[in-house]
């Protein structure tokens, strides 16, 4: 049975691109223009991915209203913010409302399909019973690549997709220096310097959240980071 993807999104010409792309590639398919309209239907019934739009229509916050109901109704659905809003500032808002990803619409198509099979695979494992499933352990760091999961002195992490397998890239060998490009290759984005840079300060903003002692990351300027040993 196809995936249902729920695509919330007040531009015609956009919603109908990514509509008509993702039902190419096998999904269902089903569009909103609203939060009231989005929010009705889903009192009815939750897909099983939402892509949300920050504006919507006269709600500029429309999205993160409509990201903050969703949580309440599931926490494990995934979400995942397609918007032109790129600030540091909405990035951390949307994620602390509990969405899986944040990407701005200059995303690529086969980019945003992996970051869409990526959370389906991490819904698929979260469903399995916890068994002799791989943990990466460093420190108090904890990571399950499988669940996608990172818990930091016993707390869990809310990373993105991409700032979960930045830090799997750097924990799976600490020390070792990994370079813009090493990290762009795991996490599977095509991003500029200043955007891994973003990324990097948000990762350990959310870990000083939970541990104000945190210095596990290292800069070095000029060649890229490392997870200390």
Not at 26 to 42: D, I, L
Not at 52 to 64: N, R
Not at 120 to 149: H, K, N, T
Request: charged share 25%.
């Amino acid at each position: 049975m196809a995936r249902a993807i729920a695509i919330v999104e007040d531009e015609p010409a956009i919603r109908a691109n990514y509509a008509d792309a993702l039902r190419r590639l096998g999904f269902e398919v089903q569009v909103y223009a609203s939060h009231p309209e989005a929010s009705r239907a889903f009192d009815l019934r939750l897909p099983d991915l939402v892509l949300i739009d920050i504006g919507l229509g006269d709600e500029p916050e429309g999205g993160f209203d409509l990201c903050r109901e969703l949580r309440q109704k599931s926490a494990t659905l995934p979400i995942i913010f397609l918007t032109a809003r790129d600030s540091d500032f909405d990035v951390i808002s949307g994620l602390r409302l509990g969405a899986d990803d944040y990407l701005t619409k200059d995303v690529s198509l086969p980019h945003l399909t992996a970051r869409i099979n990526t959370l389906f695979r991490r819904i698929d494992a979260l469903r399995r019973p916890q068994g002799a499933e791989a943990v990466l352990q460093q420190g108090l760091l904890s990571l399950l690549p499988e669940r996608m999961q990172v818990t930091w002195n016993g707390a869990e992490v809310p990373l993105t997709v991409t700032e979960f397998w930045m830090v799997h890239t750097m924990v799976r060998h600490p020390g070792h220096l990994k370079s813009r490009d090493q990290l762009m290759r795991d996490a599977q984005v095509v991003v500029d310097d200043a955007t891994i840079t973003s990324h990097i300060k948000r990762i350990r903003k959310k870990f000083i959240a939970i541990d104000p002692a945190f210095d596990e990351i290292d800069t070095v300027h000029g060649a890229g980071y490392r997870w200390k040993p």
